[in-house]
């Protein structure tokens, strides 16, 4: 095992220093080393798992270091200087070992779509915290603070990884990221067992085991357009082809979407495509470069006769619902009384109705969205709230002197 102060030559302070915790760990950067590291760790119990990653200017994020934790020791691997990290993809993959991580979401989507490898066995304390009645989500610094009065520097919370040799502060930086999780797991699992969340917790961690968790929807950009159905069915088309060809291109050349076109420019763009070139041009919010670079593009995009697919792909939009005061407030209604019960039973509202469900909710008339019609959810909110959700709009609420009743119609 090596030291920090060994770390490429160069000296410098202890990590005892900064924490009681043991801070040696070995550096791996070789095919030697990382065939040593699996030979040891290949049938460990536990693994505490985090990574580095740089994301931005690129299409695909370049994962530039790993963090492992084990009953053996601590390990930073450099993916940059090896061939093949399939050692930890095969332990990621392994449902005898524990992983255990922090927000391993992001993580854990890398892993998919760079190597098509989906984790098992999880343990994540971030989700934990939610249901042990923390803000959900809730910082790695902040629940340290809380459950092992431990304080961690935050300098290195945006760096760049990507740079070689790595700097003895950033390898710290890193090595916090994992030191804890085990002794964090073992407090906070104890605390779910005697709460009889564990199989909550379990079961809400087995979406990061599907593929489906980790896949993009093609129409992601339009459900989140804000002025899609307020356009003519030719600039709906539009837009989406907009989005598609910006996708492609920033897939083709490893740039990000924002180094493509500007999210900021494609709604201009699209209400004012109709009127042609001179009034791209003329429009003072989009950058003259823009135009003179594309604009020839958008409006061969904008004059294609539709596809079959893509007139199959909108027609997967939801049609927006007319305005209902009342529907909206007996929902809202439902939602605060939902946070009430959250408070009192100390689980985070958000994991229990993430922003998602609601927006599903508000959409549609009636019925359940399917999270909420089995599982840990239904178990939480019980019969009868979730009732009152699924025919929310037969709702009424009628007043007595020192009360109301919420009443259902037939």
């Known amino acids: 095992f090596l030291a920090v102060e060994d770390i490429h030559g160069q ?4 990590l005892k220093h900064m924490s009681q915790k043991n801070t040696e760990f070995e550096m791996i950067e070789d095919a030697e080393s990382l065939a040593r590291f699996y030979e040891l760790n290949r049938s460990v119990p536990w693994m505490a798992f985090d990574t580095e990653f740089v994301g931005e200017k690129r299409f695909r994020t370049l994962i530039c270091l790993i963090q492992v934790s084990t009953e053996n020791g601590s390990y930073l691997i450099d993916p940059l200087q090896l061939d093949h990290i399939d050692p930890i993809l095969e332990m990621l993959a392994n449902p005898d070992i524990l992983t255990i991580t922090h927000a391993g979401e992001n993580d854990f989507r890398l892993i998919y779509l760079e190597f098509n490898v989906l984790p098992q066995n999880l343990f994540d304390t971030q989700v934990a ?16 603070e809380s459950e092992l009065r431990v304080t961690l520097s935050k300098g290195y919370a945006v760096t760049d990884w990507e740079t070689r040799p790595i700097k003895a502060r950033q390898l710290r930086y890193a090595l916090n990221d994992v030191i804890y999780l085990k002794e964090l797991y073992d407090k906070m699992s104890s605390r779910l067992k005697n709460l009889g969340r564990m199989s909550w917790l379990g079961e809400e961690l087995k979406t990061f085991e599907q593929a489906s968790f980790y896949t993009r929807h093609p129409l992601k950009e339009i459900l989140a357009s804000n002025i899609f159905h307020n356009l003519k069915p030719k600039e709906q088309f539009f837009l989406l082809r907009l989005h598609r060809w910006r996708n492609s291109e920033a897939e083709r050349l490893n740039y990000s979407r924002e180094m493509i076109l500007s999210s900021k420019h494609i709604n201009p763009i699209v209400k004012t495509i109709h009127a042609g070139p001179e009034a791209l041009r003329s429009n003072r919010r989009l950058p003259e470069k823009v135009i003179k670079k594309h604009g020839e593009r958008f409006l061969a995009l904008y004059k294609a006769e539709p596809e079959v697919e893509e007139i199959n792909l909108l027609a997967q939009v939801p049609k927006p619902g007319g305005e209902n005061p009342r529907q909206d407030l007996i929902l809202e209604m439902l939602h605060l009384l939902i946070r009430y019960k959250c408070l009192d039973e100390q689980i985070a509202p958000s994991l229990v109705l993430p922003r998602g469900v609601l927006k599903r909710l508000k959409a549609a008339p009636t019925g359940l969205d399917e999270s909420l019609e089995a599982g840990w959810r239904r178990a939480f909110l019980g019969d009868q709230i979730l009732r009152w959700l699924e025919h929310r709009t037969q709702l009424r609420i009628v007043f007595a002197d020192d009360r109301f009743e919420i009443t259902l119609e037939e």
Do not use: N
Request: aromatic share 30%; no cysteine.
């Open 11 to 14: 000296s410098f302070f202890d």
């Open 129 to 144: 915290a939610g249901f042990l009645g923390y803000k959900y989500p809730v910082s790695f610094a902040r629940l340290l």
